[in-house]
């Protein structure tokens, strides 16, 4: 712990409640997309797979905009905002998740090249959060130690059909490779040490974005490499995301996911 | 698990599932093993006609006559069909869930319904009928599915309605036939109609809170319940008088209940919800004969079933196109899961082979 680290026993609850948001968003926005799969899907197995990993990334969501809900009701002095209110009434620039779970879900391969992707940072940041036995913020813990088991299915999910189809047929394996090519050039933004997670990680609350990036490309190399497919090397990077600058398809899922608690405002559901 | 928190007397069946009929076939008493060692039913046919009479059930390895098998595979892939065909009208609404919870149990429903058709199909092939043969069937349009799932879902209060209605008639055609005389459809059914009795409660959950809601929100209940009345009612099949393969399948034990009787206990067991939930049903004929106890209600209209059975209903060809399609684009995949499971049979016989040598 750097001597700077060590003078801050306290986090702004600010920083915890974006924080929180983006994790949230994350998992809210890539649920949307894998809803999407659900009777499109290669075969029936699967129509339950992509469901079940959905229905696991929507419960980490509403969990953690619960709690950024909470959180940030603790220095507006308003009521919480609910996990309906902060999913259905903020707008494009107020959503904090990654490009990467914004991408349409192209085909079959680009959505496993994206969960291969996803589960693994995923599994990296919550197995963290939920270690930090003497953190100081039980809840988000709490949060990550439910989360880390599902997603321990999700990334074995993933990686069995990376070697499947990267290890299938030729067509499989180009569509696989064709796959990671579109998903890399989102890689980076994941592992953004962004302001707030810096705060947040200096009081040791969660690890540094960027510390995780070391395990999840281990992961990785060893999965592709094993699937006879190479990891990209992209020359783009997304960014953005954290702050509110997304990609243009962002706009176009928010207003299909929020047009009727919109249109019919203080109703309820 | 999921929902299921409102307060409409829950004590209340709400659906068929849960009035007892789904226990009464899990205590089935199986004598089978009596009945096959007695000697004197040693003609294959004797000793299936000897189970059917004594209510055992057929097993898969034991002699059928061909048309019981025919009957069986006709209505398991029908029903298989169903389920899969039916998460396309409620998958509509996966993105557009007005809630994160009702999103959460909209998924984990159609998540279920993709579950339910792999038991019936699973069930299908213990009668020598592959997934792929019967898949194959119903995108060329030699199987059918259910002609309820012809109609569209317009607006969330229809995710609702499909719960209450089609759920709810759908149970009431299920819960008999966990007593099918075919073992394993009667055991897929118990737990189809379990999980299906979860999908009709959280339907009803739906409306009821569009129902205490606001005027715009009650007008899309009202709606809802408008356009699927009709349908759900058509979902019991033909009048008995024009059922043509009813009597047979009676005789085999695949039947308990004619079409018009289910029928018939489908509305006398839902009015009363209707009422409940401040909906009126679209039949000014409906009125309750105090003497025999039951709803009368009006005339279906056949000709509407006919049509939309063969082919022209408002989504027919969207459903087939999207299932065709579905199928197709996943070709490549499938064909890679069996070339790379190929290569490590290949890979692991390889290694054995080392390891002797």
């Known amino acids: 712990m750097s001597p700077e680290a060590a003078v801050t026993t306290q986090v702004r609850p600010q920083a915890l409640a974006r924080y929180c948001l983006a994790l949230g968003d994350d998992a809210l926005i890539l649920t949307q997309r894998l809803g999407e799969w659900m009777s499109r899907a290669p075969q029936i197995e699967e129509d339950m797979a992509l469901g079940n990993i959905a229905l696991d990334l929507l419960g980490q969501a509403r969990a953690l905009l619960t709690y950024a809900g909470e959180v940030e009701a603790t220095y507006t002095g308003e009521p919480a905002r609910s996990e309906d209110d902060l999913a259905f009434f903020r707008d494009e620039r107020e959503f904090r998740c990654v490009h990467l779970v914004e991408q349409p879900r192209g085909d079959f391969a680009f959505s496993i090249a994206r969960q291969l992707v996803f589960s693994t940072y995923q599994y990296a940041l919550y197995s963290r959060l939920s270690r930090l036995a003497t953190s100081p913020d039980p809840t988000l813990a709490g949060i990550a130690a439910k989360a880390v088991k599902e997603v321990d299915y999700h990334r074995d999910h993933a990686e069995q059909w990376t070697l499947r189809l990267g290890d299938g047929t030729q067509e499989s394996h180009r569509r696989m490779q064709a796959g990671l090519d579109e998903v890399w050039p989102y890689v980076d933004e994941l592992f953004t040490d962004t302001e707030d997670a810096a705060e947040l990680a200096s009081a040791g609350v969660v690890p540094l974005p960027s510390s995780l990036r070391e395990e999840c490309e281990r992961r990785w190399t060893a999965v592709i490499e094993q699937a006879t497919l190479q990891v990209p090397e992209p020359t783009r990077r997304s960014r953005g995301g954290r702050e509110g600058i997304h990609s243009e398809h962002l706009g176009y899922v928010l207003a299909e996911m929020q047009h009727i608690p919109r249109s019919y405002p203080g109703s309820t559901w | ?357």
């Open chain 2, 1 to 357: 698990m999921y929902g299921n928190d409102f307060s409409t007397e829950p004590s209340e069946p709400l659906n068929a599932a849960e009035t007892g009929g789904v226990e009464q076939a899990m205590a089935h008493e199986d004598r089978r093993a009596q009945l096959l060692s007695e000697a004197e039913v040693a003609d294959r046919q004797e000793q299936f006609d000897a189970l059917i009479a004594a209510d055992q059930r057929i097993e898969p390895r034991d002699w059928m006559p061909e048309a019981y098998r025919k009957t069986l595979v006709r209505q398991i892939a029908q029903h298989a069909h169903s389920e899969i065909i039916g998460m396309q009208p409620e998958g509509n609404w996966i993105t557009r869930a007005p809630s994160l919870r009702r999103k959460a149990i909209l998924i984990a429903k159609v998540q279920d319904e993709a579950g339910h058709g792999l038991y019936l199909y699973s069930a299908a092939e213990t009668l020598g009928a592959g997934r792929d043969e019967l898949l194959d069937a119903l995108h060329s349009g030699k199987q059918k599915y259910s002609t309820i799932f012809n109609y569209p879902t317009l607006t969330w209060a229809d995710v609702g309605a499909i719960g209450w209605l089609v759920d709810g008639a759908a149970i009431m055609n299920q819960v008999p036939l966990c007593r099918c005389s075919y073992g394993p459809y009667a055991r897929a059914m118990i737990r189809v109609c379990k999980e299906e009795s979860f999908h009709q409660r959280q339907g009803f959950e739906i409306l009821w809170a569009l129902s205490r809601g606001t005027s715009e929100q009650k007008a899309m209940a009202q709606d809802a319940a408008n356009r699927w009345w009709w349908p759900a009612l058509m979902m019991f099949g033909p009048p008995d008088a024009e059922s043509s393969h009813s009597e047979q399948s009676m005789a085999w034990g695949i039947k308990r209940f004619s079409n018009d009787e289910l029928r018939q206990r489908f509305v006398d067991m839902t009015v009363p919800q209707a009422q409940k939930l401040g909906l009126t049903l679209p039949d000014p004929d409906l009125r309750y004969d105090e003497e025999s106890a039951h709803w009368r209600f009006g005339e279906i209209d056949w000709s509407e079933f006919k049509r939309v059975l063969s082919g022209d209903g408002p989504c027919n060809a969207q459903r087939i196109a999207h299932r065709r399609k579905a199928h197709e684009d996943g070709a490549w995949v499938r064909e890679a899961a069996s070339a790379y499971a190929a290569k490590q049979a290949k890979r692991t016989a390889q290694a054995r082979e080392e390891a002797v040598a």
